[in-house]
């Protein structure tokens, strides 16, 4: 249903359909809202709180995350006034002091102006957004890791920090991961990601013979669609 | 009791009439408290004891004995109350039972070592209701645990239970129900403050079925058990406002979220819901209205945040007790995405008297804003602890004073933190502030679910801002980046002030995280969690400045800033100090006071030193 609620952002009207987000509506005005744990594959998880913006509803004024406020009515949004950018520079800062070494969180620090953070620096890789327990789950299904230990403590791993019986070793995790925190390693024919205990060994592609992908994603694979193993072994650079 | 099921309210009002008939209001009936504080007091052998000897006294068929849930009196608890003359006795344990049974029971003497002595007047009280602690509050939803035996349905039956039940379904539209509710202007007791009529009207008119209601007994801040004493003492209460609850707002599924470290409180709910569904009150054609609805009780793993709306479905729903990003409330979409209508304990119970008596009874006292009452746990150092319920509006004060006979051992009051561990400390210049949702929040506390911890002058207020935002890193859920790493840094930096490494803008720095935790968190947790920090700094900062500035703890709590000296004036030499000191720490030759020292390089501040002496020759410093 197309609605027209006065919807305005950074000063610009915008007409947008019913329910959809601020940070969608913005990008179609081409205004930049910053996110880390935010991806369009997935449902909105509003946990890195980065997309922080203004909004101003019947005369009062909140902060909303833009990833999933949902435009429904007459409403003005602001995504660079003084107080949001205060928060996400806060953000931030308390990330680069939990990860001052991740190039993503570096970068930001420095388009904000912060040199160092006034916190105790960590060392730490993960910032623990979820889209690689999210992606594991929701998109590929086979829900191998999950977030362990509790609350400011966890992490993400596998049920008791041991090789998964559910891994396919697909890599999806390291592909969305945004810190880089998830790292696979090929060699000799078997792909590693240390991190989460995966180790499982490549098939060989039937046309040009490089190895290409784990040979339980293969078996996964023909299983869920139902077909012989062999319509998988060629790797997407052969396939026609 | 009965097997048959009740078909109709004229069923219910013949049972009722029956069990009355059956019951002599001058025969004798001890009345033993036995709730979670009095059973860790040792009450269940008391329970046994008393059993026990009026069966070897012959009194069996003279006396009845009724165990019910917590009376609120947890400071002198064990408590039993003989009825019909309300003979109160405190601190009860085995030894005194066959006193009470030959001297009280069958002769009806008094025994003076058990009744309750004003520590203010020295005055001996026997009745229960004329002893200060009871005699200022207005226990509307709490006083029935008194006369009730929680595992026991026709007790609750007796005092007119199901009866706003029987109205609500024979007498009232469910859109009626919703209108005594919203003209009561019944508020959610658990600390939100939502008018409850307003919810539930929404829950009611939002699209989707089936809906839900659910009862939220996942209290979780430290001091506080109203909830619990209410769900072990008077389950009925809760079951019957639910049920009514879920008349007005078209249910018939609900649950009643208990964390699993309230055992009792499982337990008496659980066989209150068993009595409830053979009676007739929950399952098909309740009562013969052509209503149905039923309940499940739901055991939680016990998070503090499992108690905020989205996080507790999430739990029922089987998935972690994490808060769910959402800007749709839970009575639109929340358990499994139907309308869900959440109230805490407190909440429900209120909605019976609500229906019998009406919502201008029900708003008859309060404040503009906050109607009816409020059950909060004094606890702290004040001289009655325990539960009590007073009319919104009563001033601090009142409470603290009136209620809780003032600070233990004379002390100076210093602050009473309200609202749990996200709600603020308030200052002594502020004790005439009434207490309700809008006043605590313009102070920059908040009702939350109604603790209240006073605090003496022996207390560092900096440390108290340190230990709740240690509790809140513990119980923050890990999701979002302001409150898993705001309150992780301002714990950082709050450790580092009590430990003498604070610095020049750090009170600044706490601020500003403050700020960004209050407008960027996903949650109520990650909200709130700064007013500890913001309510000390507003009302104490000298204090913070003293530890920053001149590291020096003025309460002398904060270990790394203190030093225990000998004052050698008061020192007789009688070497209990030494004889104490786990550290060997402290030398002097007997019977020589002028000697005696501490050696400040052994010494780990564990105060062992101060609690020994008797002649108050340790100081601290």
């Not at chain 1, 909140?62 to 107080?83: D, G, R, W």
């Not at chain 1, 308390?94 to 190039?103: E, R, T, Y």
């Not at chain 1, 390291?174 to 000799?188: F, H, N, R, S």
């Not at chain 2, 059993?51 to 609120?72: F, S």
Request: hydrophobic share 35%; glycine share 10%; proline share 5%.
């Amino acid at each position: 249903m197309i609605v027209m609620p006065e919807i305005v952002i950074d000063g610009r009207r915008i007409e947008v359909d019913e329910g959809t987000t601020i940070l969608n509506a913005a990008k179609e005005l081409g205004v930049h809202i910053p996110t880390l744990c935010y991806h369009e594959s997935q449902e909105p998880y509003a946990a890195c709180r980065l997309c922080t913006v203004e909004i101003e509803r019947n005369g009062r004024s909140k902060m909303v995350t833009a990833c999933n406020y949902p435009l429904t009515e007459e409403i003005e949004v602001k995504t660079n006034s003084e107080k949001v950018r205060r928060t996400r520079k806060m953000i931030v800062e308390l990330l680069l002091a939990s990860c001052p070494n991740v190039k993503i969180i570096r970068d930001l620090a420095k388009e904000m102006g912060i040199e160092e953070p006034r916190f105790k620096k960590e060392d730490n890789d993960c910032i623990l957004c979820g889209l690689c327990v999210r992606t594991c789950s929701d998109i590929v299904g086979v829900e191998a890791i999950s977030f362990v230990g509790r609350g400011v403590d966890s992490e993400v791993d596998t049920p008791f920090r041991v090789a998964s019986d559910a891994c396919i070793c697909c890599g999806c995790c390291a592909y969305i991961c945004p810190t880089g925190a998830i790292e696979i390693e090929e060699k000799d024919g078997v792909r590693e990601i240390k991190k989460l205990h995966a180790s499982q060994p490549l098939e060989r592609c039937k046309v040009c013979g490089n190895y290409f992908a784990p040979k339980v994603q293969i078996d996964w694979m023909a299983k869920q669609l139902n077909q012989p193993r062999e319509n998988f072994m060629v790797c997407p650079t052969c396939k026609p | 009791m009965t097997k048959r099921k009740l078909k109709s309210p004229s069923d219910l009002e013949k049972l009722r009439q029956e069990i009355l008939s059956k019951r002599d209001p001058k025969k004798s009936c001890i009345t033993l408290c036995s709730g979670t504080g009095c059973r860790a007091y040792g009450s269940e052998k008391v329970v046994a004891a008393f059993q026990e000897e009026i069966r070897k006294q012959n009194l069996a068929d003279e006396v009845d004995i009724r165990v019910t849930g917590c009376h609120g009196f947890c400071e002198k608890g064990p408590l039993a109350v003989i009825y019909p003359e309300e003979i109160c006795y405190t601190e009860v344990n085995t030894e005194d039972v066959s006193d009470i049974v030959s001297q009280t029971m069958r002769e009806g003497q008094i025994i003076d070592r058990l009744l309750y002595k004003d520590p203010n007047t020295g005055e001996k009280i026997i009745r229960e209701s004329e002893i200060p602690f009871y005699k200022h509050q207005t226990r509307r939803i709490f006083g029935n645990n008194l006369k009730i035996d929680p595992k026991n349905i026709e007790d609750y039956i007796a005092l007119d239970g199901y009866s706003a039940l029987v109205r609500a379904l024979f007498e009232l539209t469910p859109e009626q129900v919703i209108d005594e509710v919203k003209k009561a202007n019944l508020r959610g007791l658990g600390g939100g403050g939502f008018p409850t009529g307003i919810k539930w009207e929404t829950t009611r008119n939002a699209p989707g079925e089936p809906k839900y209601v659910i009862v939220n007994c996942d209290e979780g801040d430290p001091g506080a058990y109203m909830d619990r004493s209410l769900m072990e003492g008077n389950p009925h209460s809760v079951i019957e406002g639910l049920i009514i609850g879920a008349y007005a707002i078209g249910s018939h599924e609900g649950f009643i979220y208990v964390r699993e470290e309230y055992p009792l409180a499982v337990e008496n709910t659980t066989i209150a819901l068993d009595q409830a569904r053979k009676y007739g009150f929950l399952g098909r054609n309740i009562l013969g209205s052509g209503f149905d609805f039923d309940i499940s009780i739901y055991r939680g793993a016990g998070a503090f945040v499992s108690g905020e709306s989205s996080a507790l479905t999430s739990v029922l729903e089987g998935k972690v007790g994490k808060p769910k990003p959402k800007y749709v409330h839970t009575a639109v979409s929340g358990l499994w995405e139907k309308p869900t209508n959440l109230n805490n304990v407190e909440t429900w119970a209120n909605v019976p008297p609500i229906i019998n008596k009406g919502a201008d009874w029900f708003a008859s006292i309060g404040t503009e804003g906050s109607k009816g009452t409020k059950i909060f746990s004094l606890v702290g150092k004040v001289n009655n602890t325990g539960l009590v319920e007073v009319p919104m509006g009563m001033t601090l004060r009142e409470v603290i004073y009136g209620i809780g006979g003032g600070i233990i051992k004379g002390k100076k009051f210093k602050a009473v933190q309200t609202g749990g561990p996200s709600g603020g400390c308030i200052p002594e210049s502020l004790l005439d502030l009434p207490v309700d949702f809008d006043e605590l929040t313009k102070v920059g506390s908040m009702m939350g679910s109604g603790g209240m911890i006073v605090m003496d002058e022996d207390t560092c207020m900096v440390d108290v801002a340190r230990y709740f935002l240690s509790f809140l890193r513990e119980e923050s859920c890990g999701k979002c980046v302001p409150c898993r790493e705001g309150i992780k840094r301002m714990l950082e930096i709050l450790t580092d002030i009590t430990e003498g490494r604070g610095k020049e803008g750090d009170i600044e720095l706490l601020e500003e995280v403050s700020e960004v935790l209050r407008d960027a968190s996903l949650c109520a947790l990650g909200t709130t969690a700064p007013n500890p920090i913001l309510t000390t700094i507003k009302y104490f900062r000298d204090e913070y400045e003293a530890h920053i500035k001149y590291k020096k703890c003025p309460a002398g709590v904060c270990k790394e800033l203190i030093e225990y000296l000998i004052d050698l004036e008061q020192c007789t030499g009688c070497h209990r100090c030494v004889v104490n000191c786990p550290e060997e720490a402290i030398t002097g030759e007997k019977k020589k006071g002028e000697t005696y020292k501490i050696d400040q390089s052994k010494c780990i501040k564990c105060g062992v030193c101060l609690d020994v002496c008797k002649f108050d020759a340790v100081e601290v410093r």
